[in-house]
C-alpha cells in the first residue's frame, strides 16, 4: 500500500467513525454546530481571502478563462452569502428520522419506513471553493460525514475554508472527522477514494468529463453525477420577444461560467428573422460569440461562425453559444433530448399548450417555462444549499440537497409474531 493511499484509507477510517457519532446527534445538536461553522467563517475572512488569492493568481497564470476565474473567486460578499447559506441550512427541517409511510399488516406488525443518514459521502469537485462549505455543511445536517477532494485550481481556498468548518464544528461539539478534506492535490486521489467502497457509502463527483469518467470506471459505490450543463432554451413562434431576450441574456451571460447558464439557443423559424436580429444586439453588447447553423447564418450574415455537430453538445462555461433555427416544437425537443445533457432546459412562449407539452416531452431534470435556467440551484430553489445538481435519474435527480443526502429503513415492530 503506498502512503498516498494509506493516508486517504486513515482518512476513510476516521470518517466511517464519526459517521456513527453524528447519526446520533439530535437536530438541535447539528444545527449549533453548523450555526458555528458560519460564525467561524465570518469571524476570520481574511485567511480564507488571501487564500483564494494565491489560487487566483495561479489560475491567471495558467491561463483559465475569464468565467473560469469567476468561479474560482472569492470575496468579502461571497463569504457572506457562505455563511448565510450555512444558516439558511439551520432553517431548514431536519429530514433525519422523518417517517416516509407507516402501516400494519393483517398479522399486527407495524411498519415504519423511516429517512436515516447515508453514512460517508465522498464529494469530488473542481473550481468553486464555495462548494466545500455547501457540502460540508448539507452533511452535517443530514447526520453524514463528507471526505471532499476539491480541484488543484482551488486549493489553498479549499484548506483554508474546510479548516474554518472544522474550528467552527469543534468549538460546538461536533464530532472530531466530520469534515475532512483531502490534503493534496495529486489525481491519483481520486482513484483511491472511488475504489473505497469500505469507508464511502456514495459518491458525488462535480467537473467535467474526464474527472466524471474517471470516477465512474473506478468506482466500487454508487455515483451521483453532477455531469454536464448543456442548458438549451427554445423560443417558440407564439414568444414574447422583450421576454426572451431578458431570458437568454441572463441566462447566457449573468454567469457564463457555471452549470446552469445556456449553451444553446433554439429558434422557431417563422420569428428566428425577426427575433435574431433584435436579440444579436444585446448579444453583442454582452460579447457573445455566435455559432450558427445555416439559417442562422443566412439571417445574421455569414460572419457568424458556422456551428458544427460538436457545438450542440459543448458546455462552454464562456460567452459563446450555438443557435439553431428550427422548424417546430417538435424538432425542438428532438433537439434537447439528442443533445442537451438532461440538466436545465426551457421554452419560451405564451402558448399555455404548447408550454405543457414541452413541460411534458423534454426528458431532464429541470424542465422552464419564460423563466431562465440559472434558477437551477439548490438555494434558488429553497434547499439551502446543495451538493450538486444530479444528471442521473436515481437516487437523486436535480438539485440534491437534504433529502437526497437520505436513505431509509423499515423498522418493523411486533409482539412475538413468527412466520
Request: one cysteine or more; proline letters at 3%.
Amino acid at each position: 500500500m503506498s502512503d498516498l493511499t494509506k493516508q486517504i484509507h486513515d482518512i476513510g477510517a476516521k470518517a466511517r467513525e464519526a459517521s456513527r457519532a453524528l447519526a446520533r446527534l439530535s437536530r438541535q445538536d447539528k444545527d449549533r454546530a453548523l450555526t458555528a461553522m458560519a460564525d467561524e467563517l465570518e469571524s476570520n475572512p481574511h485567511k480564507i481571502l488571501e487564500a483564494n488569492a494565491r489560487d487566483i493568481e495561479q489560475a491567471e497564470k495558467n491561463g483559465l478563462s475569464a468565467p473560469m476565474v469567476d468561479r474560482l473567486r472569492l470575496n468579502a460578499d461571497r463569504l457572506k452569502s457562505m455563511a448565510k447559506g450555512i444558516r439558511e441550512v439551520v432553517g431548514l427541517t431536519d429530514p433525519v428520522a422523518e417517517v416516509i409511510r407507516e402501516w400494519t399488516r393483517p398479522n399486527g406488525l407495524r411498519i415504519t419506513k423511516i429517512r436515516t443518514p447515508i453514512g460517508v459521502v465522498g464529494i469530488i469537485y473542481e473550481s468553486r471553493p464555495n462548494v466545500t462549505a455547501d457540502a460540508a455543511v448539507l452533511c452535517i445536517k443530514t447526520g453524514n460525514a463528507t471526505i471532499l477532494r476539491g480541484g488543484s485550481e482551488s486549493f489553498h481556498s479549499n484548506l483554508a475554508i474546510a479548516e474554518a468548518l472544522q474550528q467552527g464544528g469543534a468549538k460546538a461539539g461536533l464530532p472530531e472527522n466530520s469534515v475532512q478534506l483531502i490534503p493534496v492535490t495529486d489525481r491519483e486521489a481520486v482513484k483511491i477514494m472511488s475504489q473505497m467502497d469500505a469507508f464511502i457509502d456514495v459518491i458525488v463527483p462535480r467537473g467535467g468529463h474526464a474527472l466524471i469518467e474517471a470516477v465512474v470506471s473506478n468506482a466500487r459505490m454508487p455515483v451521483i453525477k453532477h455531469f454536464h450543463g448543456v442548458c438549451i432554451i427554445y423560443v417558440d413562434k407564439d414568444a414574447d420577444f422583450d421576454m426572451a431576450e431578458q431570458i437568454v441574456i441572463n441566462a447566457k451571460c449573468q454567469r457564463p461560467g457555471v452549470c446552469n447558464a445556456m449553451e444553446t439557443l433554439l429558434v422557431h423559424e417563422e420569428v428566428a428573422p425577426e427575433f435574431l436580429k433584435k436579440l444579436a444586439t444585446a448579444l453583442e453588447a454582452n460579447k457573445v460569440e455566435l455559432r450558427g447553423d445555416e439559417a442562422t447564418r443566412k439571417i445574421l450574415g455569414a460572419g457568424i461562425k458556422a456551428a458544427t455537430d460538436e457545438d450542440w453538445t459543448t458546455e462552454y462555461l464562456d460567452l459563446i453559444m450555438a443557435v439553431r433555427v428550427v422548424s417546430d416544437q417538435e424538432a425542438a425537443v428532438t433537439h434537447i433530448n439528442r443533445y442537451g445533457s438532461h440538466h436545465s432546459d426551457a421554452i419560451i412562449t405564451k402558448d399555455t399548450q404548447a408550454a405543457e407539452s414541452f413541460l411534458n416531452e423534454v426528458d431532464s431534470a429541470t424542465v422552464y417555462w419564460n423563466a431562465s435556467t440559472r434558477f437551477t440551484d439548490g438555494a434558488e430553489f429553497g434547499f439551502g444549499a446543495e451538493i450538486g445538481i444530479s444528471t442521473d435519474k436515481l437516487h437523486a435527480r436535480g438539485p440534491m440537497a437534504l433529502e437526497e443526502l437520505t436513505t431509509y429503513k423499515y423498522v418493523i415492530r411486533g409482539e412475538g409474531q413468527i412466520r
